[in-house]
């Protein structure tokens, strides 16, 4: 069964900052992986993924990830965050066709940018 | 393109009704997916379609639970008999086969 794992629950952070949300990933298979972004009361927003190809993957909004497939790893990072980006993110894994392309979700990490 | 939308956005019942949502996908997207999210923690899975065909359903889905997906459109979510443990964000999601998931903003239900 596959299983994510958000390391750090909450990352406080100042403007311009850089940002680093880590996670973790356990399958038995090949894996898709996403990052995913909630604002408040709002559904999730897909940041980037992972199919295949190039391990280092560029998003929306300047977030960029990187698969370790070594390390089952696929962190998120941004050079310089802005208040806007202030909302909990998530870490997804698919199994794809195996799991009917159900997503397996961290617990998310809320990144709180300070001004 | 209008996006997944979910209906109602706010849903507060009493213990013991029922209550229904309803979530319209992507108009291309065959399949359709349910998630249901609680405070402070990552949405999980509860069941999945294929144009009508319900292919899969979670453990969490319990015998008050059920969802249809009539001529492959629109889906439905039922919950018979609430309880105060049902209270959470129901997230609906579409894709293509294979394809990447966009969510709709969700109904957040309450049980009073």
């Known amino acids: 069964a596959q299983s994510v794992t958000q390391l750090d629950s909450q990352v406080p952070v100042f403007e311009e900052a850089p940002v680093e949300l880590r996670c973790n990933y356990s399958s038995s298979v090949s894996v898709y992986l996403f990052w995913y972004v909630q604002y408040p009361n709002q559904g999730l927003q897909l940041l980037l993924k992972y199919l295949s190809g190039s391990t280092l993957v560029k998003g929306i909004n300047g977030f960029e990830a990187e698969f370790n497939k070594s390390q089952t790893s696929f962190h998120l990072r941004k050079p310089s965050v802005h208040i806007s980006d202030t909302a909990e993110y998530f870490c997804a894994v698919s199994e794809g066709e195996t799991s009917g392309s159900r997503l397996t979700f961290g617990e998310g990490t809320q990144l709180t940018v300070n001004p | 393109d209008t996006g997944v939308s979910q209906d109602p956005r706010h849903k507060i019942t009493k213990r013991g009704q029922n209550v229904t949502f309803r979530c319209d996908p992507i108009s291309e997207h065959n399949r359709l997916y349910w998630y249901r999210q609680t405070l402070g923690q990552g949405p999980e899975f509860l069941t999945y379609f294929q144009n009508e065909a319900q292919l899969e359903k979670s453990r969490l889905l319990s015998d008050r639970f059920s969802a249809e997906r009539p001529k492959g459109s629109f889906s439905t979510l039922e919950i018979q008999r609430t309880e105060q443990g049902d209270s959470a964000m129901y997230l609906c999601?579409?894709?293509?086969?294979?394809?990447?998931?966009?969510f709709g903003p969700g109904t957040r239900l309450t049980v009073t």
């Open positions: 999601a579409s894709s293509l086969v294979g394809g990447v998931q966009y």
